[in-house]
């Protein structure tokens, strides 16, 4: 090969265009990476390019692409003979030219854009598997041609059985990556998965779990077979494929304990050899689910401390968050965090800030989150102007708590008048009769999705239910302190250790009058989950405001929803007749309520203006 080499480049001149292709494709199908040869052949093929044919031009596009050979003076000499000619071009060698341009990750939107374009028209000409490399490219290029990606879809939904797996697997890949949300490709895609699905590698496995994730698309049935044929072969997987089956199943709140197992011991197995990506992101898997492994968190405790410094500022922050959430206090860990933080944190995001001050405050780590905070704040302010509402509410609830420090006031102020102003206004909007409930909850939702904002903290969210005619009785009033206690018995005492929808509780007692009527609800304890007996019209009394998530189910809306009925049930009103009762209603919650819950508190007190109402809460991250 040496001796071939060496003679080609001293005759290159001789050769001619096709000699020059021809020599191209014979390297990169042996895979040999002679990049003076390739430079060389390149050279010599730009002053020849007007004598060959499309074909030639596409094959030495791939080769040189094939073989890694960057050769921009080519590539650009490519670019400009092929926009010309675009439509002459056959369908193969178009997908050879989107495929080398997608390989080197080149940015040429004048070519990409002409073969979108010219390639539309001739899909149904190309075999599934330059189909399937075609999308590949397209979408690794950012090719968003909306008319190309309904012509890709349509081929692949009529010729879905011949893609085989590596071809379905990328063809989700595509749409997921640009993102284009196709259902009606996704379901085809699912249906010819499903019983080829023991043909997937761990590769393909790990793309369609990571597509379906992407796009937010839970197919239970597919995401079951993945999951099954993925533990058949997890021993097989890179660690890269391993985090993203873990990643992908988080994502999608998809648990299966099985799977989850399976990929905590493998993950022990091979932890020496996953890059920080991948302990980021299966740490942040089994937060993200709150599901603990005591072993798998020691050994991803173990393999990232030393080079902690060497991570980047979402994986540092991102396993800040996980070990917070499931409260593993890993002292030389957060040791590590914490430096590394600091070193960094000029790099950090306000995302990455809020996190890892987040995690200190959960862990109760009050040295780290004295260090980090006041720098962290200053930081925030700076590059937080434009965040989203979740960040704002974490670092403003951890100013409130903690300092004085010099950028105190002002993240205070910013948040109240940019975010807390305009979501205490749309709640109180919740109280007026003359504006119809489904406008308010409607506004609501608008700016909790606008400014991705969940709830407002334990500070704010006392101080908003009371806008709402919720009085605060202390935590330590008599009646809070027998809930809090009651709320303990029932689980387990472990209130701090996760905190998810079906480990919060409320409790509620309330008494009622209606004219000669005296009706008492004695207290008592609910869980996540709307009461059997609740009536479709008292439901909709006491709407949830959808954000991601269903929040229908949550336990404070449970307990008032279960008081309405009582109370319409036993005075034997309408719900008209609810303005005429009065009494009071004392709610307990175990953890902080979220906006929905706090707009359902609102609307009991909308729909029972005379009622006097309390309200309490804790907060289940403390200790």
Same mark, same amino acid.
């Given at each position: 090969?040496?001796?071939?080499?060496?003679?080609? %480049?001293? %005759?290159? &001149?001789?050769?001619? /265009?096709?000699?020059?292709?021809?020599?191209?494709?014979?390297?990169?199908?042996?895979?040999?990476?002679?990049?003076?040869? +390739?430079?060389?052949?390149? /050279?010599?093929?730009?002053?020849?390019?007007?004598?060959?044919?499309?074909?030639?031009?596409?094959?030495?596009?791939?080769?040189?692409? %094939?073989?890694?050979?960057?050769?921009?003076?080519?590539?650009?000499?490519?670019?400009?003979?092929?926009?010309?000619?675009?439509?002459?071009?056959?369908?193969?060698? !178009?997908?050879?030219?989107?495929?080398?341009?997608?390989?080197?990750?080149?940015?040429?939107?004048?070519?990409?854009? &002409?073969?979108?374009?010219?390639?539309?028209?001739?899909? #149904?000409?190309?075999?599934?598997?330059d189909l399937s490399n075609s999308a590949w490219s397209f979408a690794r290029c950012e090719v968003a041609n909306l008319p190309l990606w309904e012509a890709i879809s349509a081929q692949a939904r009529t010729r879905r059985q011949e893609l085989g797996s590596q071809?379905?697997?990328? !063809?989700?890949?595509?749409?997921?990556?640009?993102?284009?949300?196709?259902?009606?490709?996704?379901?085809?895609?699912?249906?010819?998965?499903?019983?080829?699905?023991?043909?997937?590698?761990?590769?393909?496995?790990?793309?369609?779990?990571?597509?379906?994730?992407?796009?937010?698309?839970?197919?239970?049935?597919?995401?079951?077979?993945?999951?099954?044929?993925?533990?058949?072969?997890?021993?097989?997987?890179?660690?890269?494929?391993? &985090?993203?089956?873990?990643?992908?199943?988080?994502?999608?709140?998809?648990?299966?304990?099985?799977?989850?197992?399976?990929?905590?011991?493998?993950?022990?197995?091979?932890?020496?050899?996953?890059?920080?990506?991948?302990?980021?992101?299966?740490?942040?898997?089994?937060?993200?689910?709150?599901?603990?492994?005591?072993?798998?968190?020691?050994?991803? #405790?173990?393999?990232?401390?030393?080079?902690?410094?060497?991570?980047?500022?979402?994986?540092?922050?991102?396993?800040?968050?996980?070990?917070?959430?499931?409260?593993?206090?890993?002292?030389?860990?957060?040791?590590?965090?914490?430096?590394?933080?600091?070193?960094?944190?000029?790099?950090?995001?306000? +995302?990455?800030?809020?996190?890892?001050?987040?995690?200190?405050?959960?862990?109760?780590?009050?040295?780290?989150?004295?260090?980090?905070?006041?720098?962290?704040?200053?930081?925030?302010?700076?590059?937080?102007?434009?965040?989203?509402?979740?960040?704002?509410?974490? !670092?403003?609830?951890?100013?409130?708590?903690?300092?004085?420090?010099?950028?105190?006031?002002?993240?205070?102020?910013?948040?109240?008048?940019?975010?807390?102003?305009?979501?205490?206004?749309?709640?109180?909007?919740?109280?007026?009769?003359?504006?119809?409930?489904?406008?308010?909850?409607?506004?609501?939702?608008?700016?909790?999705?606008?400014?991705?904002?969940?709830?407002?903290?334990?500070?704010?969210?006392?101080?908003?239910?009371?806008?709402?005619?919720?009085?605060?009785?202390?935590?330590?009033?008599?009646?809070?302190?027998?809930?809090?206690?009651?709320?303990?018995?029932?689980?387990?005492?472990?209130?701090?250790?996760?905190?998810?929808?079906?480990?919060?509780?409320?409790?509620?007692?309330?008494?009622? &009058?209606?004219?000669?009527?005296?009706?008492?609800?004695?207290?008592?304890?609910?869980?996540?989950?709307v009461p059997p007996e609740i009536d479709d019209d008292v439901c909709a009394l006491l709407q949830p405001t959808f954000r991601h998530m269903a929040r229908d189910d949550h336990a404070e809306r449970a307990a008032l929803l279960s008081v309405t009925s009582t109370?319409?049930?036993?005075?034997?009103?309408?719900?008209?007749?609810?303005?005429?009762?009065?009494?009071?209603?004392?709610?307990?919650?175990?953890?902080?309520?979220?906006?929905?819950?706090?707009?359902?508190?609102?609307?009991?007190?909308?729909?029972?203006?005379?009622?006097?109402?309390?309200?309490?809460?804790?907060?289940?991250?403390?200790?």
């Amino acid at each position: 090969m040496n001796y071939i080499s060496s003679e080609s %480049r001293a %005759r290159s &001149s001789e050769l001619n /265009s096709q000699e020059i292709g021809n020599m191209s494709w014979a390297l990169a199908k042996m895979c040999v990476s002679d990049i003076p040869f +390739l430079d060389s052949l390149a /050279s010599e093929a730009i002053n020849k390019l007007c004598d060959a044919t499309p074909q030639e031009i596409a094959n030495l596009a791939w080769a040189c692409a %094939r073989c890694e050979c960057q050769h921009e003076p080519l590539f650009n000499a490519i670019s400009a003979s092929s926009i010309p000619t675009i439509s002459d071009i056959d369908p193969q060698s !178009m997908a050879n030219l989107a495929w080398a341009w997608a390989y080197l990750c080149l940015q040429d939107a004048p070519l990409l854009d &002409s073969t979108a374009s010219a390639s539309r028209a001739r899909l #149904s000409s190309l075999n599934m598997q330059d189909l399937s490399n075609s999308a590949w490219s397209f979408a690794r290029c950012e090719v968003a041609n909306l008319p190309l990606w309904e012509a890709i879809s349509a081929q692949a939904r009529t010729r879905r059985q011949e893609l085989g797996s590596q071809g379905l697997s990328s !063809m989700a890949w595509a749409f997921a990556h640009l993102p284009i949300l196709d259902e009606p490709l996704f379901k085809s895609l699912s249906s010819a998965a499903i019983p080829i699905i023991s043909d997937f590698g761990d590769q393909s496995l790990s793309l369609m779990a990571w597509a379906l994730a992407t796009l937010l698309l839970a197919d239970e049935e597919l995401l079951n077979a993945i999951a099954r044929e993925s533990i058949r072969k997890l021993s097989e997987f890179a660690p890269q494929h391993l &985090s993203n089956t873990a990643w992908a199943y988080a994502k999608l709140l998809f648990w299966n304990n099985t799977l989850f197992q399976s990929i905590a011991a493998a993950a022990i197995t091979i932890i020496s050899s996953c890059d920080p990506q991948s302990i980021a992101n299966i740490a942040w898997a089994f937060a993200t689910l709150s599901r603990t492994h005591e072993p798998l968190f020691q050994a991803l #405790s173990a393999a990232s401390r030393a080079p902690m410094l060497d991570y980047e500022p979402q994986e540092i922050s991102n396993i800040a968050w996980s070990f917070a959430r499931l409260k593993i206090a890993d002292a030389p860990l957060l040791t590590s965090i914490a430096s590394a933080a600091l070193a960094r944190l000029h790099e950090f995001t306000s +995302l990455n800030i809020a996190n890892t001050a987040w995690a200190f405050a959960v862990l109760s780590e009050v040295a780290h989150l004295g260090a980090f905070l006041p720098r962290a704040a200053s930081k925030f302010l700076e590059v937080g102007q434009s965040s989203i509402g979740t960040e704002w509410v974490d !670092m403003v609830s951890l100013a409130r708590s903690n300092g004085p420090f010099p950028a105190q006031t002002a993240l205070i102020r910013h948040f109240e008048t940019s975010v807390l102003m305009p979501a205490s206004q749309l709640l109180v909007a919740i109280l007026d009769p003359k504006l119809p409930q489904a406008t308010a909850l409607r506004e609501l939702k608008r700016l909790m999705d606008e400014r991705q904002l969940p709830h407002l903290g334990p500070y704010y969210t006392r101080y908003a239910l009371e806008l709402l005619g919720w009085w605060w009785p202390g935590s330590e009033a008599p009646w809070v302190l027998s809930a809090r206690h009651a709320v303990w018995a029932a689980q387990g005492l472990s209130v701090g250790s996760l905190v998810r929808t079906e480990r919060i509780m409320a409790f509620v007692a309330a008494a009622f &009058s209606f004219k000669d009527r005296f009706v008492e609800v004695p207290g008592r304890l609910f869980h996540a989950g709307v009461p059997p007996e609740i009536d479709d019209d008292v439901c909709a009394l006491l709407q949830p405001t959808f954000r991601h998530m269903a929040r229908d189910d949550h336990a404070e809306r449970a307990a008032l929803l279960s008081v309405t009925s009582t109370v319409l049930k036993s005075c034997q009103l309408g719900i008209a007749g609810l303005g005429e009762i009065t009494g009071n209603v004392r709610l307990y919650v175990s953890h902080f309520p979220c906006l929905s819950c706090v707009a359902v508190l609102g609307q009991f007190s909308r729909f029972a203006p005379s009622l006097a109402l309390e309200a309490a809460f804790d907060n289940a991250w403390d200790d």
